[in-house]
């Protein structure tokens, strides 16, 4: 498979990487990517996508699954590649070895960067044992966590990023429809998951993903394991969808909720604050606003309505956030959350999902997606009819 984009954009968004360096006194970055959770940096830089996950340290092998790209401030970059299975990269040098770390720190000393301060990327999803292996191979080199640096400049998406994310969240909206007016007394929740993925492979989203929480109890939890079950879903019961998958490389990430049969007063309140939250917290997203603000937004109209303990750990209940950054993963910044002082900026896609759960007909979460403009935010894709 090609690149997904022209090679001068991946070079381009290596000498943004290196203009952060060069202000922080770094000689360089390596950046670690591993199979199949943690892409998003080494793949943003390179388009390269390690193959052949598992265990870290089999026979051999050291990092199988795992990839590093290092990137010095001066000079030409070079990707480690722990096998040959990977399609076509933009970077020249590529160096493929079964022992990824012990070629890691050969490429450093070759590159004279033995003893320099280098940034490292991908900590959160280094194996010990390999972090272990560059300390112990390069004990000369100074480690800076610098996870923010590729973070930061990946949060904002080009008009070309935002095609793609446009189109893959038209098509979750699309499948949205389908499943949502097939949620009927009598269905189970496996069969309306499996029309989420059936809907999404017709439209060309890979690796989908649905999950369906129905009844008191589970549509109760913001997330139930397992993701669906053969229950049958019976008149008058709520439940919440996810319709997940990527598109082009890029996520798909929605959530719908409604009442199966007729909905209670109480029922159409919870969804309808759900939807209120959701809508407030769009007003809200703009340039300059911080992450955190997002979520009080969306916690004001809960507590006013009184379902403050029904929403996040914030305000005493059990939802996580109100959502999240989006682009190649779930990990983009930034979290809608108390304590995320990330600044929005124009060009950041987030994924805005507010629920309410455990009250005593059962929980729900409404997710769209939204990019932030110069004047506020815009939705990607259409709510479509509301299901209650």
């Not at 052949?52 to 990707?79: H, K």
């Not at 955190?292 to 939802?319: D, M, S």
Request: with cysteine; glycine share 12%; charged share 25%.
């Amino acid at each position: 498979m090609g690149l997904l984009f022209g090679k001068e954009v991946y070079l381009n968004r290596m000498d943004k990487c290196r203009l952060v360096c060069s202000d922080r006194g770094l000689d360089g970055l390596v950046v670690f990517g591993k199979e199949p959770d943690r892409l998003g940096d080494i793949k943003y830089l390179t388009h390269y996508h390690p193959w052949l996950g598992g265990t870290p340290t089999l026979y051999e092998q050291r990092g199988r699954g795992n990839g590093a790209l290092i990137l010095p401030l001066e000079g030409e970059p070079v990707l480690v590649a722990s096998s040959h299975y990977y399609g076509e990269v933009a970077i020249d040098d590529v160096r493929v070895g079964v022992n990824l770390t012990k070629k890691v720190c050969d490429v450093l000393q070759e590159m004279g960067l033995e003893q320099s301060r280098l940034g490292l990327v991908g900590g959160d999803a280094l194996y010990v044992v390999l972090y272990q292996d560059l300390l112990s191979w390069a004990p000369r080199v100074q480690w800076t966590l610098s996870d923010d640096i590729v973070r930061s400049i990946r949060a904002v998406k080009s008009p070309e990023e935002l095609a793609i994310l446009r189109e893959g969240c038209r098509k979750a909206c699309a499948v949205a429809e389908i499943v949502c007016s097939a949620a009927e007394p009598g269905v189970t929740e496996r069969e309306l998951a499996l029309l989420v993925m059936s809907e999404l492979a017709k439209l060309g989203v890979s690796e989908p993903f649905a999950t369906c929480q129905s009844g008191v109890e589970r549509s109760g939890e913001p997330l139930a394991r397992p993701m669906y079950t053969d229950r049958v879903i019976e008149d008058g019961d709520m439940f919440h969808i996810e319709i997940c998958g990527v598109y082009n490389h890029y996520l798909v990430d929605i959530c719908r909720a409604g009442v199966a049969g007729k909905a209670s007063k109480k029922q159409i309140e919870i969804l309808g604050t759900v939807l209120e939250m959701g809508q407030a917290i769009a007003r809200k997203a703009a340039p300059g606003v911080r992450a955190e603000e997002l979520q009080t937004a969306a916690g004001e109209i809960a507590v006013a309505k009184g379902y403050g303990r029904f929403h996040t750990e914030t305000y005493g209940g059990p939802g996580s956030y109100v959502g999240h950054g989006m682009g190649f993963g779930y990990d983009d910044i930034p979290v809608l959350a108390k304590g995320d002082k990330t600044v929005l900026r124009e060009g950041m896609v987030l994924a805005v999902e507010p629920g309410l759960y455990r009250t005593s007909v059962g929980g729900a979460r409404i997710e769209r997606n939204i990019v932030i403009t110069d004047k506020g935010s815009e939705y990607l894709g259409s709510l479509g009819g509301n299901w209650w």
